[in-house]
């Protein structure tokens, strides 16, 4: 069976109900564990090591990108959420940009694009004015956002 759904920034895979979803790639640059404040394990133990800026894979192979990239500017790099979540760099507009550009490029035609962004640090507005690409739908959860694009659709 070939996998139909691609996490390209999965971390410890908080967001999935199946964390262990036969139909999913998971997908981070970081492989490791570590032991947060409140003693509670950290584990990032994706199926393959890479970058959302360089995708590994071919065109059109997914039905189904889920993108949710680090969204913290502000934050030591040794901190809890640093660790949980990772660390954007001050070159965000850009490697955003490269991640919604490679999660569209690995979208089979007509395939599902859900991003996800909280925005502690940046706003909602910056992003899409980034992506230059406005969701099909979103849904707002306190301060983090949840984008449905879809490849062919109305918005690209």
Not at 117 to 128: E, G, P, S, V, Y
Request: overall charge positive.
């Amino acid at each position: 069976m070939t996998k139909q759904i691609l996490d390209c920034c999965c971390g410890s895979r908080m967001f999935h109900f199946d964390k262990e979803n036969p139909n999913v790639v998971y997908m981070d640059n970081r492989d490791f564990e570590d032991t947060l404040c409140d003693g509670r394990q950290l584990k990032v133990h994706p199926d393959i090591v890479a970058d959302f800026r360089d995708i590994p894979f071919k065109d059109n192979t997914f039905s189904l990108v889920i993108f949710d990239p680090p969204h913290l500017l502000k934050v030591g790099e040794n901190s809890w959420l640093c660790k949980k979540y990772d660390k954007l760099n001050k070159t965000y507009p850009v490697d955003i940009k490269k991640g919604f550009n490679e999660c569209m490029r690995v979208l089979k035609p007509n395939g599902t694009l859900i991003f996800k962004w909280a925005t502690r640090d940046i706003t909602l507005k910056q992003i899409l004015d980034v992506i230059e690409t406005r969701p099909i739908i979103f849904h707002k959860n306190h301060n983090t956002f949840f984008l449905v694009f879809m490849k062919g659709g109305t918005n690209d």
